[in-house]
Protein backbone atom coordinates (compact mmCIF):
# COMPACT_ATOMS: atom_id res chain seq x y z
CA UNK A 1 0.00 0.00 0.00
CA UNK A 2 2.80 2.68 0.80
CA UNK A 3 4.39 1.83 -2.90
CA UNK A 4 1.08 2.27 -4.31
CA UNK A 5 0.41 5.67 -2.30
CA UNK A 6 3.90 6.73 -3.55
CA UNK A 7 3.20 6.00 -7.18
CA UNK A 8 0.04 7.93 -6.60
CA UNK A 9 1.90 11.29 -5.20
CA UNK A 10 4.28 11.25 -7.89
CA UNK A 11 1.61 10.70 -10.69
CA UNK A 12 2.11 12.53 -13.49
CA UNK A 13 -0.30 14.95 -14.19
CA UNK A 14 -0.60 15.04 -17.65
CA UNK A 15 -4.42 14.21 -19.09
CA UNK A 16 -2.95 11.99 -21.08
CA UNK A 17 -0.95 10.04 -19.02
CA UNK A 18 -2.94 6.86 -19.52
CA UNK A 19 -1.41 6.95 -23.37
CA UNK A 20 2.08 7.12 -21.79
CA UNK A 21 2.68 3.34 -23.21
CA UNK A 22 2.18 4.13 -26.41
CA UNK A 23 4.21 7.51 -26.26
CA UNK A 24 7.03 4.97 -24.97
CA UNK A 25 6.66 3.03 -27.59
CA UNK A 26 6.18 4.97 -30.62
CA UNK A 27 9.19 7.43 -29.20
CA UNK A 28 11.39 6.01 -26.35
CA UNK A 29 13.32 7.76 -24.78
CA UNK A 30 17.20 6.82 -25.47
CA UNK A 31 17.90 4.08 -22.12
CA UNK A 32 17.62 6.32 -19.63
CA UNK A 33 20.67 5.38 -17.94
CA UNK A 34 22.33 7.58 -20.27
CA UNK A 35 21.23 10.54 -19.49
CA UNK A 36 21.50 9.52 -15.37
CA UNK A 37 25.05 8.52 -15.90
CA UNK A 38 26.33 11.61 -18.01
CA UNK A 39 24.28 13.46 -15.00
CA UNK A 40 26.38 12.00 -12.54
CA UNK A 41 29.80 11.98 -14.71
CA UNK A 42 29.29 16.04 -14.71
CA UNK A 43 28.74 16.26 -11.10
CA UNK A 44 31.77 14.86 -10.39
CA UNK A 45 33.39 17.41 -13.04
CA UNK A 46 33.94 14.35 -15.93
CA UNK A 47 32.96 15.19 -19.47
CA UNK A 48 29.45 14.28 -20.08
CA UNK A 49 30.81 11.61 -22.13
CA UNK A 50 32.98 8.55 -21.31
CA UNK A 51 34.39 8.83 -24.84
CA UNK A 52 35.38 5.78 -27.19
CA UNK A 53 38.66 4.89 -26.20
CA UNK A 54 38.04 2.51 -23.57
CA UNK A 55 38.86 -1.19 -23.28
CA UNK A 56 35.51 -2.64 -22.57
CA UNK A 57 33.88 -0.74 -25.43
CA UNK A 58 36.69 -2.58 -27.43
CA UNK A 59 36.04 -6.22 -25.89
CA UNK A 60 31.88 -5.41 -26.23
CA UNK A 61 32.17 -4.52 -29.88
CA UNK A 62 34.88 -7.76 -30.38
CA UNK A 63 31.92 -9.61 -28.63
CA UNK A 64 29.53 -7.99 -30.80
CA UNK A 65 31.25 -8.72 -33.94
CA UNK A 66 31.96 -12.21 -33.29
CA UNK A 67 27.94 -12.66 -32.02
CA UNK A 68 26.46 -11.30 -35.53
CA UNK A 69 29.43 -13.14 -37.45
CA UNK A 70 28.45 -16.24 -35.79
CA UNK A 71 25.17 -15.78 -36.13
CA UNK A 72 25.37 -15.45 -39.74
CA UNK A 73 27.29 -18.10 -40.64
CA UNK A 74 25.03 -20.56 -38.13
CA UNK A 75 21.99 -19.59 -39.68
CA UNK A 76 22.44 -19.17 -43.02
CA UNK A 77 23.77 -22.47 -43.42
CA UNK A 78 21.04 -25.34 -44.03
CA UNK A 79 20.69 -28.00 -41.65
CA UNK A 80 24.21 -28.74 -40.76
CA UNK A 81 23.53 -32.40 -39.56
CA UNK A 82 21.33 -32.44 -42.66
CA UNK A 83 23.48 -31.16 -44.86
CA UNK A 84 26.27 -33.55 -43.38
CA UNK A 85 23.62 -36.73 -43.99
CA UNK A 86 23.15 -35.40 -47.71
CA UNK A 87 26.85 -35.17 -48.33
CA UNK A 88 27.37 -38.94 -46.61
CA UNK A 89 24.33 -40.50 -48.82
CA UNK A 90 25.78 -38.37 -51.97
CA UNK A 91 29.17 -40.24 -51.69
CA UNK A 92 27.81 -43.73 -50.89
CA UNK A 93 25.63 -43.32 -54.00
CA UNK A 94 28.67 -42.36 -55.88
CA UNK A 95 30.82 -45.19 -54.49
CA UNK A 96 28.39 -47.40 -55.31
CA UNK A 97 28.08 -46.67 -58.53
CA UNK A 98 31.79 -46.66 -58.97
CA UNK A 99 31.84 -50.16 -57.86
CA UNK A 100 28.85 -50.97 -60.23
CA UNK A 101 30.32 -49.32 -63.04
CA UNK A 102 33.75 -51.36 -62.20
CA UNK A 103 32.06 -54.62 -61.98
CA UNK A 104 30.13 -54.39 -65.34
CA UNK A 105 33.11 -53.50 -66.99
CA UNK A 106 34.34 -56.36 -65.38
CA UNK A 107 31.82 -58.76 -66.44
CA UNK A 108 31.74 -57.10 -69.98
CA UNK A 109 35.86 -58.32 -70.19
CA UNK A 110 34.90 -62.02 -68.34
CA UNK A 111 31.73 -62.56 -71.21
CA UNK A 112 33.97 -61.79 -74.06
CA UNK A 113 36.78 -64.37 -72.53
CA UNK A 114 34.27 -66.85 -72.45
CA UNK A 115 32.92 -66.25 -75.85
CA UNK A 116 36.00 -66.58 -76.58
CA UNK A 117 37.11 -70.09 -74.86
CA UNK A 118 34.14 -71.10 -76.29
CA UNK A 119 34.60 -70.34 -80.18
CA UNK A 120 38.23 -71.43 -79.71
CA UNK A 121 37.02 -74.83 -78.32
CA UNK A 122 33.82 -75.07 -80.29
CA UNK A 123 36.72 -74.75 -83.25
CA UNK A 124 39.04 -77.08 -82.32
CA UNK A 125 36.36 -79.92 -81.27
CA UNK A 126 34.17 -79.62 -84.01
CA UNK A 127 35.49 -77.25 -86.95
CA UNK A 128 35.24 -73.58 -88.08
CA UNK A 129 31.34 -73.60 -88.37
CA UNK A 130 31.05 -74.45 -84.93
CA UNK A 131 32.97 -71.22 -84.08
CA UNK A 132 30.99 -69.05 -86.70
CA UNK A 133 27.95 -70.06 -85.55
CA UNK A 134 28.64 -69.36 -81.76
CA UNK A 135 29.83 -65.71 -82.85
CA UNK A 136 26.40 -65.42 -84.98
CA UNK A 137 24.58 -66.32 -82.23
CA UNK A 138 26.25 -64.22 -79.49
CA UNK A 139 25.61 -61.13 -82.08
CA UNK A 140 21.79 -61.98 -82.47
CA UNK A 141 21.81 -62.24 -78.55
CA UNK A 142 23.09 -58.93 -78.23
CA UNK A 143 26.00 -60.50 -76.36
CA UNK A 144 28.37 -59.19 -78.33
CA UNK A 145 29.57 -56.00 -79.57
CA UNK A 146 28.85 -55.29 -83.27
CA UNK A 147 29.94 -52.22 -85.98
CA UNK A 148 28.36 -51.49 -89.30
CA UNK A 149 26.68 -48.89 -91.42
CA UNK A 150 23.29 -47.56 -89.75
CA UNK A 151 21.53 -44.69 -88.49
CA UNK A 152 21.43 -42.41 -85.18
CA UNK A 153 18.14 -40.96 -83.96
CA UNK A 154 18.54 -38.48 -81.34
CA UNK A 155 15.42 -37.12 -79.69
CA UNK A 156 15.73 -33.89 -77.60
CA UNK A 157 13.31 -32.46 -74.94
CA UNK A 158 11.63 -29.06 -76.49
CA UNK A 159 13.30 -26.10 -74.95
CA UNK A 160 9.91 -23.80 -75.24
CA UNK A 161 6.86 -24.74 -74.25
CA UNK A 162 4.41 -25.33 -77.12
CA UNK A 163 1.42 -23.59 -77.65
CA UNK A 164 -1.56 -25.97 -77.09
CA UNK A 165 0.47 -28.94 -76.54
CA UNK A 166 -1.21 -31.38 -73.71
CA UNK A 167 0.44 -31.50 -70.23
CA UNK A 168 0.90 -28.66 -68.05
CA UNK A 169 0.61 -25.06 -69.28
CA UNK A 170 4.27 -23.37 -69.43
CA UNK A 171 6.15 -26.72 -69.68
CA UNK A 172 8.20 -27.47 -72.35
CA UNK A 173 7.33 -30.94 -73.84
CA UNK A 174 9.48 -33.97 -72.98
CA UNK A 175 9.89 -36.93 -74.53
CA UNK A 176 7.93 -40.14 -73.94
CA UNK A 177 8.90 -43.74 -73.51
CA UNK A 178 6.05 -44.14 -76.16
CA UNK A 179 8.28 -42.11 -78.60
CA UNK A 180 11.37 -44.01 -77.83
CA UNK A 181 9.30 -47.46 -78.28
CA UNK A 182 8.07 -46.16 -81.68
CA UNK A 183 11.68 -45.15 -82.73
CA UNK A 184 12.86 -48.33 -81.97
CA UNK A 185 9.91 -49.95 -83.45
CA UNK A 186 10.36 -48.32 -86.46
CA UNK A 187 13.98 -49.35 -86.75
CA UNK A 188 13.21 -53.12 -86.26
CA UNK A 189 10.52 -53.28 -88.27
CA UNK A 190 12.82 -51.19 -91.34
CA UNK A 191 15.53 -54.53 -90.52
CA UNK A 192 17.98 -53.20 -88.00
CA UNK A 193 20.19 -56.02 -86.58
CA UNK A 194 21.18 -54.59 -83.65
CA UNK A 195 19.80 -51.39 -81.65
CA UNK A 196 20.63 -49.46 -78.69
CA UNK A 197 19.48 -46.49 -76.86
CA UNK A 198 22.07 -43.95 -75.10
CA UNK A 199 24.55 -46.82 -75.09
CA UNK A 200 21.99 -49.60 -73.92
CA UNK A 201 21.73 -52.73 -76.43
CA UNK A 202 18.18 -53.93 -76.58
CA UNK A 203 17.81 -57.57 -76.46
CA UNK A 204 15.07 -59.87 -76.44
CA UNK A 205 14.27 -59.10 -73.07
CA UNK A 206 14.74 -55.26 -73.04
CA UNK A 207 11.76 -53.03 -72.38
CA UNK A 208 11.22 -49.00 -72.67
CA UNK A 209 8.97 -47.87 -69.51
CA UNK A 210 8.42 -44.46 -68.29
CA UNK A 211 8.74 -44.21 -64.41
CA UNK A 212 7.95 -41.18 -62.71
CA UNK A 213 9.98 -38.64 -65.08
CA UNK A 214 12.43 -40.89 -66.61
CA UNK A 215 12.34 -42.92 -69.64
CA UNK A 216 14.00 -46.44 -68.33
CA UNK A 217 15.38 -48.87 -70.53
CA UNK A 218 16.64 -51.67 -68.94
CA UNK A 219 15.92 -50.78 -65.69
CA UNK A 220 18.31 -48.01 -65.85
CA UNK A 221 17.18 -44.58 -66.17
CA UNK A 222 18.21 -42.07 -68.85
CA UNK A 223 18.75 -38.69 -68.75
CA UNK A 224 18.34 -36.75 -72.46
CA UNK A 225 19.10 -36.44 -75.54
CA UNK A 226 18.01 -39.81 -76.13
CA UNK A 227 20.36 -41.52 -79.09
CA UNK A 228 18.70 -44.50 -80.60
CA UNK A 229 21.68 -46.07 -82.63
CA UNK A 230 20.56 -48.95 -85.44
CA UNK A 231 22.79 -51.10 -86.95
CA UNK A 232 21.06 -52.25 -90.30
CA UNK A 233 20.65 -51.30 -94.30
CA UNK A 234 21.50 -47.61 -93.94
CA UNK A 235 18.87 -46.91 -96.86
CA UNK A 236 15.66 -48.47 -95.42
CA UNK A 237 16.44 -47.69 -92.03
CA UNK A 238 16.72 -43.47 -93.67
CA UNK A 239 13.73 -44.01 -95.49
CA UNK A 240 11.68 -45.18 -92.24
CA UNK A 241 13.23 -42.52 -89.97
CA UNK A 242 12.40 -40.00 -92.53
CA UNK A 243 9.51 -40.46 -94.96
CA UNK A 244 8.14 -43.84 -93.17
CA UNK A 245 5.42 -44.45 -90.14
CA UNK A 246 8.67 -43.28 -87.30
CA UNK A 247 9.59 -40.49 -89.82
CA UNK A 248 6.14 -39.13 -89.75
CA UNK A 249 5.67 -39.68 -86.36
CA UNK A 250 8.89 -37.68 -85.48
CA UNK A 251 7.59 -34.96 -87.89
CA UNK A 252 4.86 -34.58 -86.03
CA UNK A 253 6.56 -34.59 -82.55
CA UNK A 254 8.76 -31.27 -84.31
CA UNK A 255 5.81 -29.61 -85.45
CA UNK A 256 3.01 -30.20 -82.81
CA UNK A 257 5.09 -30.03 -79.35
CA UNK A 258 8.68 -29.01 -80.44
CA UNK A 259 10.34 -32.02 -79.47
CA UNK A 260 13.41 -32.41 -81.76
CA UNK A 261 15.17 -34.87 -83.89
CA UNK A 262 17.96 -35.38 -85.83
CA UNK A 263 18.52 -38.45 -87.88
CA UNK A 264 22.23 -39.00 -89.46
CA UNK A 265 23.18 -42.01 -91.31
CA UNK A 266 26.43 -43.38 -90.73
CA UNK A 267 28.93 -45.88 -92.08
CA UNK A 268 30.31 -46.84 -89.04
CA UNK A 269 27.78 -47.01 -86.20
CA UNK A 270 28.98 -49.52 -83.19
CA UNK A 271 26.94 -51.19 -80.83
CA UNK A 272 28.10 -52.62 -77.62
CA UNK A 273 26.81 -55.57 -76.10
CA UNK A 274 24.03 -56.02 -73.48
CA UNK A 275 25.03 -55.83 -69.96
CA UNK A 276 21.96 -58.14 -69.16
CA UNK A 277 21.80 -61.26 -70.72
CA UNK A 278 20.83 -63.76 -68.02
CA UNK A 279 17.94 -65.59 -67.49
CA UNK A 280 16.56 -66.65 -64.00
CA UNK A 281 13.53 -68.53 -65.16
CA UNK A 282 13.94 -69.88 -68.21
CA UNK A 283 15.83 -73.01 -69.01
CA UNK A 284 17.48 -74.52 -71.90
CA UNK A 285 15.96 -77.79 -72.60
CA UNK A 286 18.41 -80.69 -72.63
CA UNK A 287 19.90 -81.67 -75.81
CA UNK A 288 18.32 -85.43 -75.55
CA UNK A 289 14.94 -83.84 -74.92
CA UNK A 290 14.99 -82.13 -77.31
CA UNK A 291 16.29 -84.77 -79.73
CA UNK A 292 13.39 -86.89 -78.62
CA UNK A 293 10.63 -84.13 -78.95
CA UNK A 294 11.91 -83.79 -82.78
CA UNK B 1 37.82 4.42 -34.27
CA UNK B 2 38.27 1.68 -31.22
CA UNK B 3 35.02 0.20 -31.46
CA UNK B 4 35.10 -0.38 -35.37
CA UNK B 5 38.78 -2.01 -34.84
CA UNK B 6 37.02 -3.83 -32.38
CA UNK B 7 34.37 -4.80 -34.52
CA UNK B 8 36.14 -5.87 -37.45
CA UNK B 9 38.14 -7.96 -35.35
CA UNK B 10 35.15 -9.76 -33.98
CA UNK B 11 34.11 -10.33 -37.54
CA UNK B 12 37.54 -11.73 -38.78
CA UNK B 13 37.47 -14.02 -35.40
CA UNK B 14 33.75 -15.24 -35.85
CA UNK B 15 34.52 -16.15 -39.30
CA UNK B 16 38.37 -17.77 -38.46
CA UNK B 17 37.15 -19.90 -35.95
CA UNK B 18 33.40 -19.84 -36.90
CA UNK B 19 32.41 -21.96 -33.10
CA UNK B 20 29.93 -24.34 -33.67
CA UNK B 21 26.74 -23.49 -32.11
CA UNK B 22 24.85 -26.28 -30.45
CA UNK B 23 21.68 -26.66 -31.73
CA UNK B 24 19.73 -25.70 -28.18
CA UNK B 25 21.50 -22.14 -28.56
CA UNK B 26 20.70 -21.75 -31.97
CA UNK B 27 16.81 -20.34 -31.83
CA UNK B 28 18.20 -17.83 -29.52
CA UNK B 29 20.70 -16.39 -32.13
CA UNK B 30 18.88 -14.25 -33.74
CA UNK B 31 16.72 -13.06 -30.82
CA UNK B 32 20.72 -12.46 -29.84
CA UNK B 33 21.88 -10.09 -32.50
CA UNK B 34 18.22 -8.16 -32.46
CA UNK B 35 18.89 -7.71 -28.65
CA UNK B 36 22.99 -6.09 -29.55
CA UNK B 37 21.55 -4.30 -32.54
CA UNK B 38 18.88 -2.27 -30.10
CA UNK B 39 21.40 -1.29 -27.67
CA UNK B 40 23.64 -0.34 -30.64
CA UNK B 41 21.29 1.63 -32.01
CA UNK B 42 20.92 3.27 -28.51
CA UNK B 43 24.51 3.90 -27.81
CA UNK B 44 24.82 5.46 -31.21
CA UNK B 45 21.99 7.72 -30.43
CA UNK B 46 23.59 8.71 -27.05
CA UNK B 47 26.54 9.36 -28.64
CA UNK B 48 25.25 11.56 -31.15
CA UNK B 49 23.81 13.48 -27.92
CA UNK B 50 27.22 13.57 -26.39
CA UNK B 51 26.46 11.22 -23.50
CA UNK B 52 27.88 8.32 -24.51
CA UNK B 53 28.72 5.62 -21.65
CA UNK B 54 30.88 2.76 -21.70
CA UNK B 55 29.70 1.01 -18.73
CA UNK B 56 25.99 1.98 -19.97
CA UNK B 57 26.19 0.97 -23.22
CA UNK B 58 27.87 -2.52 -21.88
CA UNK B 59 25.56 -3.06 -19.57
CA UNK B 60 22.75 -1.94 -21.76
CA UNK B 61 23.78 -4.73 -24.15
CA UNK B 62 24.55 -7.77 -21.77
CA UNK B 63 21.32 -6.95 -20.95
CA UNK B 64 19.31 -6.56 -23.51
CA UNK B 65 20.51 -10.11 -24.58
CA UNK B 66 19.91 -12.00 -21.66
CA UNK B 67 16.66 -11.00 -21.29
CA UNK B 68 15.56 -11.15 -24.33
CA UNK B 69 16.51 -14.87 -24.95
CA UNK B 70 15.61 -15.25 -21.82
CA UNK B 71 11.41 -14.48 -22.22
CA UNK B 72 12.18 -16.56 -25.60
CA UNK B 73 13.20 -19.50 -23.36
CA UNK B 74 10.57 -19.24 -20.97
CA UNK B 75 8.43 -19.01 -23.86
CA UNK B 76 9.63 -22.08 -25.34
CA UNK B 77 9.01 -23.96 -22.10
CA UNK B 78 5.76 -22.61 -22.26
CA UNK B 79 5.16 -23.81 -25.84
CA UNK B 80 4.48 -20.05 -27.16
CA UNK B 81 8.78 -19.44 -27.87
CA UNK B 82 7.30 -18.42 -31.74
CA UNK B 83 4.75 -16.04 -30.10
CA UNK B 84 7.14 -14.50 -27.68
CA UNK B 85 9.79 -14.53 -29.59
CA UNK B 86 7.34 -12.55 -32.20
CA UNK B 87 6.76 -10.31 -29.54
CA UNK B 88 10.62 -9.48 -28.67
CA UNK B 89 11.37 -8.85 -32.12
CA UNK B 90 8.65 -6.33 -32.22
CA UNK B 91 8.86 -4.50 -29.22
CA UNK B 92 13.12 -4.57 -29.90
CA UNK B 93 12.10 -3.73 -33.58
CA UNK B 94 9.97 -0.72 -32.46
CA UNK B 95 13.01 0.77 -30.54
CA UNK B 96 15.17 0.63 -33.20
CA UNK B 97 12.95 2.35 -35.59
CA UNK B 98 12.77 5.06 -33.37
CA UNK B 99 16.48 5.60 -32.50
CA UNK B 100 17.40 5.07 -35.82
CA UNK B 101 14.48 8.27 -36.51
CA UNK B 102 16.51 10.21 -33.48
CA UNK B 103 20.04 9.60 -35.05
CA UNK B 104 18.11 10.54 -38.11
CA UNK B 105 17.09 13.76 -36.75
CA UNK B 106 20.90 14.68 -35.34
CA UNK B 107 22.75 13.84 -38.39
CA UNK B 108 20.52 15.02 -41.45
CA UNK B 109 17.95 17.49 -39.91
CA UNK B 110 14.75 16.09 -40.83
Known amino acids: MRFLRLGQARRDPDPAASMALLGEVLDPPIGPGYHSAAQARVEAGLPASSGYRTWLLFATAVVLGMLVTVAAVTLRAPDPVAAETRQQLISRIEAAQDVGDATSTRIEELRGQIQQIEQDRARAEQGPAAGRAIASAAMQAGASAVTGPGVVVVLEDATEAGEGAPGLDGTPERVNARDVQLVVNGLWSAGAEAVSVNGHRLTSTSAIRFAGEAIIVDFRSLAPPYEVRAIGDPDRLAAETSSGVTGAYLGELRSQLGITSRVDVREDVTISAAERLTTRYGHVLDDTTEEDRR | ?110
Open chain 2, 1 to 110: MIPVLGLVLGVVLGLVVSPEVPLWLQPYLPIAVIAALDAVFGAARAALEGIFNDRVFVISFLSNVVVAALIVFLGNQLGVGAQLSTGVVVVLGLRIFSNVAAIRRHLLGA
